[in-house]
């Protein structure tokens, strides 16, 4: 069958793997890039399941919440370090930005693999070439979806969170396949001749390879080896330029010009970022002034307090930082009563859990449940107000929940309950 394949070729064909003639192409640049790629890439995975267990997953909270035999050990997500999910997270997202220069240099130096006759000339070929299929094709899926969401571009018509976590294990598969196959030859490339001090005009191809990636028809180098690493080294620095600022407060921010919450939106006390408004929310002004009430249950007691009697409580004041999936964050200083007060108010003290309910009546994240640890953890609020002034509408008021190392969209706004359930006999 491979010799049959081999004598009918499609009209083309040899001209189009000819037409790829770059003498940079070959086993060492390839192996490099991927180098890179085997150091850096686990990182992306290993945070996006971290990211994962921190929406709280033995809660059913965390998405997708039914996940089947890809169910990772989970634990309990900490409250300290502070800054915890705003690392994490950030990482993934910055690091999947960064690499996308790498990846698409990597790609393009295979990319004459695309057009050999026969696809392959065995069995054992064939599951090489379908595990490079899903390599591909898995990485720049993830990718994709990836810069949509960070832009609240959803143009795909299905849910980001399954997908982007389904297709993270099919590429993680056939990365691993992948390497398993091709990393005797990574080795034995980067242990040969360096070709990194080579000038263009010294630049020659390496010998021919039997993976093919060097053309077999050559032509005069327009760019050395170290001309194409450096164009994609450069552009993965000019994305982190670019993109770092909207995980860091200060001066870089200005510089996070690719991202919608990159820079800092508005003025004053509560000029920083928000993703969902109160008007998205469908929170009406009737429902947060004089007759809002926050309704707290739990030790068999139920307990209303409206806003003066929330104020009217011990207050506390702690700089956090929020931080959501999209990859932004920011520190602030929020202000307002500790939730283990709360807890000891309706006397449950001892909360295994608390259920946050919203006034928001529709969405995903409109109730939140949190963890022992979450609830009774010194610097966990329940904030009326943020950097000395009342929280505004769109970032919470009358009452929002603010918890050290936890994901942003379970910092629930607009509170109308909180219940406190169980007892942790840990």
Known sequence: MWRALDRHRPPGVDATADAWRSPVRGPWLTSVLGAVLLA????????????????GPRFGQAFPPDVGWLHPPVFAWPTRPAWLFRLTQGLHVTLGIVLVPVVLTKLWSVVPKLFDWPPARSVAQVLERLSLVLLVGGILFEIATGLLNIQYAYLFGF???TAHWYGAWVFTAALVTHVAIKLPRM??????????RTPMIDTRPEPPDPDGLVSRRPGPATMSRRGVLALAGGGALLLAALTVGQTLDGVLRRTALLLPRGGQPGTGPNGFQVNRSAAAAGIQPADTGAGWRLTLRGGGRTVELDRAGLLAMAQHTVDLPIACVEGWSTEQTWTGVRLRDLAALVGAPEAASAQVRSLERAGLFRQARLQANQVRDPDSLLALRVNGADLSLDHGHPARVIVPAL????????????TFEGRDDG
Not at 45 to 52: E, R, S
Not at 407 to 418: A, D, L, N, Q, S
């Open 407 to 418: 994901p942003g969209v379970h910092c629930t706004k607009w509170v109308r309950e909180i």
């Open 159 to 161: 849910d980001f969170y």
């Open 187 to 196: 080795v034995t490339a980067l242990r040969g001749p360096g070709f990194a």
């Open 40 to 55: 850096t890439l686990p990182l992306v995975f290993v945070t996006g399941l971290l990211d994962w267990i921190a929406y």
